[in-house]
T-cell receptor
Framework: AQKVTQAQTEISVVEKEDVTLDCVYE???????LFWYKQPPSGELVFLIR????DEQNEISGRYSWNFQKSTSSFNFTITASQVVDSAVYFC??????????WGAGTKLIIKP | GAVVSQHPSWVICKSGTSVKIECRSL??????MFWYRQFPKQSLMLMAT?????????EQGVEKDKFLINHASLTLSTLTVTSAHPEDSSFYIC??????????????FGPGTRLTVL
């Protein structure tokens, strides 16, 4: 069965600092998908990225970047030059064979001005 | 991206009453929708999978007679919390799969409904 670990419960940084959110997953599937979602204080989950396991190229989207390491089963998320608006809970979620997302505990990110 | 709406966004009710929450896919059809609940400072917990035209599939430990799900059309699923009690107070979120503008299948989420049972 799929499992995901987000070991960092809460991270607090000062605005403009870079911050990396860790995600380690377990799977027996040879092909799988991984997602990151952001949940700001309003509560609405916002889709950030979907990664296919067969594509190991890292992705960058503006200040956001993702480092996928299949060998270590990690899919870490980095925010460069963080901003107060980045404050939210971030979830890493692998997709299981039933097409359901498996949710980690989430990492609460606090960006201080 | 695809839009999923929920109504109401929040509701306060007395213990023993029933509450209906609607989830709509606004610009796409969803044969399957998902219902989650989230307690404060916790992760999402899948309650059930709502299937258009058939019975919902409930996760282990979720009372199907307590949480009634109806997926009557390709754009609407409803969750009714029957005889609500204070322990049912939670944040309820629905979601559905859709294809994003970049052609990626993604699960989109509604804004959530905060239920408070007095």
């Amino acid at each position: 069965a799929q499992k995901v670990t987000q070991a960092q419960t809460e991270i607090s940084v000062v605005e403009k600092e870079d911050v990396t959110l860790d995600c380690v997953y377990e799977t027996r599937d040879t092909t799988y998908y991984l997602f990151w979602y952001k949940q700001p204080p309003s509560g609405e989950l916002v889709f950030l990225i979907r990664r296919n396991s067969f594509d190991e190229q890292n992705e960058i989207s503006g200040r956001y970047s993702w480092n996928f390491q299949k060998s270590t089963s990690s899919f870490n998320f980095t925010i460069t030059a963080s901003q107060v608006v980045d404050s939210a809970v971030y979830f890493c979620a692998p997709l299981d064979s039933n097409y359901q997302l498996i949710w980690g505990a989430g990492t609460k990110l606090i960006i201080k001005p | 991206g695809a839009v999923v709406s929920q109504h109401p966004s929040w509701v306060i009710c007395k213990s023993g009453t029933s509450v209906k929450i609607e989830c709509r896919s606004l610009d796409f059809q969803a044969t399957t929708m998902f219902w989650y609940r989230q307690f404060p400072k916790q992760s999402l917990m899948l309650m059930a999978t709502s299937n258009e035209g058939s019975k919902a599939t409930y996760e282990q430990g979720v009372e199907k007679d307590k949480f009634l799900i109806n997926h009557a059309s390709l754009t609407l699923s409803t969750l009714t919390v029957t005889s609500a009690h204070p322990e049912d107070s939670s944040f309820y979120i629905c979601s559905a799969w859709a294809t994003s503008g970049r052609g990626i299948d993604t699960q989109y989420f509604g804004p959530g409904t905060r239920l408070t049972v007095l």
